[in-house]
Structures are given as C-alpha cells and as structure tokens.
C-alpha cells in the first residue's frame, strides 16, 4: 500500500494516502469554490434574520447595502453556474454543454422573475420588460461586444453560417409572436393576450424550441460547430474535477439562487413602488442577474478564436429566453393570477425590430469584423438612453 510519510518527534510515521488525497482535495475545494460558503451563508442569514435585515429598506445607505449584498451573491452565484456548466460542455462537447448552461440560465430567470411577481404589488410589465431588457443584452451588447474584441484581436472571424440561420429563423418569428403581436390583438384591451392567445404563445414557443432543439441535437448538429475551433475547445481547463462533481456543484449553486431571488424582490420593489424608479429598471436589472454570466463566457469564447461557441452561447440563451421563459411566465401568471403585458410600445418597438433587421445582417455572411460589433454597441447604449428618458 502505497502511503504518505510525516514527520514525529524525530521519527517517520507512514501517512495513509487516501488521507493526503482528503486533505489536498479539501485545500482544492475551498479555493475553487469558496463562493458557495458565501452564498449559503447569505442564505441562511435571510432564512433566520430576513424580517430585520429587509426592515430598513427605508435607508439609503441600508437600501443600497441589502441591494449591492443580495446583487453580488446572485450574481456571483450565476457566474459559477456557468463556470461549472463551462466544465460540463468541455465534457459533453458542443451542442449539449451549451443548452446546460442555458437551460440553468432560463430556470434562474423564470425563477427571479416569478419572485418578483408574487411580491409586493402586481408589476404587469416586469415579464415585457425583463424579456425585452435580455434580448437587448443578448443582441446587442453581448454580441457587440464579442464581435468588437473578437474582431480587434483576430481581424475576422468565421461561424456556420448555417446555425446562425437556424438560430434567427426561430428567434425572430417568437420575438414578434411574443412582445410585437398582443399590440394588434383585439380580444382584450391594451398590448396583452386572452387565456386562448396565451396558451397558444405557450405550444409555439416550447413546441419550436423542442423541435430546434431535436435538429441542434440531431441530424443538423453540425451545423452548430467549427471544426476549426474543436482543437481549441477541447483543450479548455476542467479544473480536475469528474463530470459528476461539476453538475452537483451547477446545483449547489443554483440552489441558493431561487430563494436569494425571493429576498431580491424586497429592494427591487421598493426602488420601483416607493422612489418611483423607472419601472422597466426592474427588467434591467434581472437581465443583468441572468445574462451577465453567459456574456462572459460568450466573451471569452470570442477572444478565443472560438466565434462559433460564442454564437452558440448568446444566441441559445435569446432563443431559450422566448422559446421557455415566455411561455413559463404566462402559466406561472395564470397560475398565480396576476396579469402580465407582453406587448412593447413607442420606442421599444422601434428597438426591439431595428435589432432583428441589424442581427440578420450581421450573421448573413459567414465572418464578422469590429465596425457589427460596433453597430450592435451602439443600439444597446441608445436602449440604455431610452430608458432614462424615453
């Protein structure tokens, strides 16, 4: 038996090594993933102390400590989401490692926007507005951004041309199902569905996301893959760790995060009820909460020379935003009857269709450069200005 030795009052002593192993695997563990002690602990002091610490909300400065405090454990913990959900598609390869991650990305969003509904007043427009703030996020500033550092660092570079077809032919048709058509409904007053309308949203978006999602996985899945870029992302680090071990831990941290949410939407609310915020804020805010991470990973797959993963990334996560969140919204506010509004309005239509026309563009050629990086910049710091003052 192979053992370790230590050293005693002068003698050598052998160590057993399933006892190094403990001890080096401890020391691994804390370092790597010292984030979810961090956040089980912010989640234990809210379970046991959540009426005292959201009692002062009236506070500025305790306002801004309980937001910035729940904002970056959130958030912290949806970047080891995907860091953990990274591992697996190092793993599992392309196209299975990105719908985990955007899979678990749409449960945290169904899951904060669901928190927020069920608190405090009825917010009719937090689904419009979340949904709308994501896709903005997604197609403009995530894609902007990786195609602008992408393209400076690696002049041009090449995606199938042919998923990032698929990808738009069932992203634009569930965008304008979803936020365009109940402005032109005429069953119920305002931009909103009947009970039919919505249940039908709901067979649309899950039926072609179901059906995209057996021609991703299936007989098409190439076309969701470089080949020049395989050498490059099998190659990514995977920390040591078994597959296993990485989709325990995915859901170690998710956990914290549904009842973290809840707490969330104590301070969401009260910027939007109480100091009158703008209440598409609400939406920004939870889009940043679920999207940021997968920006990041899309990003460095960009500045990789791995364009194809990157369009994967934040592509999978607008079309898992239409095609699952939507329709989960809809049941959850039927199911907990509240209304919701879908359709978006003035200059957030303008928005919403310049972004489809300007994303269909950019992904028709098969390469891309840094002056479409620059447009979808662009679009996303005029939402940003919209949003302030529309």
Same mark, same amino acid.
């Given at each position: 038996m192979i053992a370790a030795l230590s050293v005693k009052a002068g003698r050598v002593h052998p160590r057993p090594c399933w006892i190094v192993g403990w001890q080096v695997l401890r020391v691994t563990l804390f370092r790597s993933e010292w984030f979810l002690a961090v956040s089980l602990a912010t989640s234990l002091a809210f379970l046991l102390q959540g009426d005292a610490l959201l009692g002062g909300l009236a506070a500025p400065a305790w306002l801004a400590v309980?937001?910035?405090?729940?904002?970056?454990?959130?958030?912290?913990?949806?970047?080891?989401?995907?860091?953990?959900?990274?591992?697996?598609?190092t793993r599992l390869g392309e196209p299975y490692g990105t719908l985990v991650l955007t899979l678990a990305v749409t449960f945290v969003?169904?899951?904060?926007?669901?928190?927020?509904?069920?608190?405090?007043?009825?917010?009719?427009?937090?689904?419009?507005?979340?949904?709308?703030?994501?896709?903005?996020?997604?197609?403009?500033?995530?894609?902007?951004?990786?195609?602008?550092?992408?393209?400076?660092?690696?002049?041009?570079?090449?995606?199938?041309?042919?998923g990032a077809n698929a990808y738009l032919g069932v992203i634009i048709p569930l965008v304008?199902?979803?936020?365009?058509?109940?402005?032109?409904?005429?069953?119920?007053?305002?931009?909103?569905?009947?009970?039919?309308?919505?249940?039908? +949203? *709901?067979?649309?978006?899950?039926?072609?996301? @179901?059906?995209?999602? $057996? =021609?991703?996985?299936?007989?098409? #899945? !190439?076309?969701?893959?470089?080949?020049?870029?395989?050498?490059?992302?099998?190659?990514?680090?995977?920390?040591?760790?078994?597959?296993?071990?990485?989709?325990l831990l995915l859901v170690l941290y998710i956990g914290p995060v549904v009842f973290l949410a809840e707490q969330f939407a104590h301070p969401v609310d009260y910027l939007i009820e109480?100091?009158?915020?703008?209440?598409?804020?609400?939406?920004?805010?939870?889009?940043? +909460? *679920?999207?940021?991470?997968?920006?990041?990973? @899309?990003?460095?797959? $960009? =500045?990789?020379?791995?364009?194809? #993963? !990157?369009?994967?990334?934040?592509?999978?996560?607008?079309?898992?935003?239409?095609?699952?969140?939507?329709?989960?919204?809809?049941?959850?506010?039927?199911?907990?009857?509240?209304d919701i509004v879908l359709g978006v309005e003035n200059t957030d239509l303008v928005m919403i269709l310049l972004t489809l026309s300007v994303s269909v563009v950019t992904f028709a050629s098969g390469r891309t450069n840094v002056i479409q990086g620059a447009v979808h910049l662009v679009l996303f710091v005029v939402y940003l200005a919209l949003i302030v003052q529309g």
């Amino acid at each position: 038996m192979i053992a370790a030795l230590s050293v005693k009052a002068g003698r050598v002593h052998p160590r057993p090594c399933w006892i190094v192993g403990w001890q080096v695997l401890r020391v691994t563990l804390f370092r790597s993933e010292w984030f979810l002690a961090v956040s089980l602990a912010t989640s234990l002091a809210f379970l046991l102390q959540g009426d005292a610490l959201l009692g002062g909300l009236a506070a500025p400065a305790w306002l801004a400590v309980i937001f910035l405090w729940l904002f970056g454990t959130i958030w912290g913990s949806a970047l080891s989401v995907v860091r953990h959900a990274e591992h697996v598609a190092t793993r599992l390869g392309e196209p299975y490692g990105t719908l985990v991650l955007t899979l678990a990305v749409t449960f945290v969003e169904v899951t904060t926007i669901s928190a927020i509904m069920m608190h405090g007043e009825n917010n009719p427009t937090l689904t419009r507005d979340t949904l709308l703030a994501v896709v903005m996020i997604i197609l403009n500033g995530m894609v902007g951004l990786s195609l602008l550092l992408g393209g400076w660092k690696h002049r041009e570079q090449s995606y199938n041309l042919q998923g990032a077809n698929a990808y738009l032919g069932v992203i634009i048709p569930l965008v304008v199902l979803s936020v365009i058509l109940p402005d032109y409904t005429r069953s119920t007053p305002g931009p909103t569905l009947s009970a039919a309308q919505g249940l039908l +949203l *709901v067979v649309v978006g899950v039926g072609l996301y @179901a059906t995209f999602l $057996a =021609m991703q996985t299936g007989r098409h #899945r !190439a076309y969701f893959s470089l080949a020049a870029e395989e050498p490059g992302h099998g190659g990514a680090a995977t920390g040591g760790w078994p597959l296993m071990a990485h989709t325990l831990l995915l859901v170690l941290y998710i956990g914290p995060v549904v009842f973290l949410a809840e707490q969330f939407a104590h301070p969401v609310d009260y910027l939007i009820e109480t100091l009158h915020a703008p209440a598409p804020l609400g939406g920004v805010m939870i889009a940043v +909460l *679920v999207a940021s991470p997968e920006a990041i990973s @899309a990003i460095r797959a $960009a =500045m990789a020379n791995q364009l194809q #993963r !990157a369009i994967n990334v934040f592509l999978g996560s607008a079309l898992s935003t239409i095609g699952l969140t939507v329709p989960a919204m809809v049941l959850v506010s039927h199911a907990i009857g509240r209304d919701i509004v879908l359709g978006v309005e003035n200059t957030d239509l303008v928005m919403i269709l310049l972004t489809l026309s300007v994303s269909v563009v950019t992904f028709a050629s098969g390469r891309t450069n840094v002056i479409q990086g620059a447009v979808h910049l662009v679009l996303f710091v005029v939402y940003l200005a919209l949003i302030v003052q529309g």
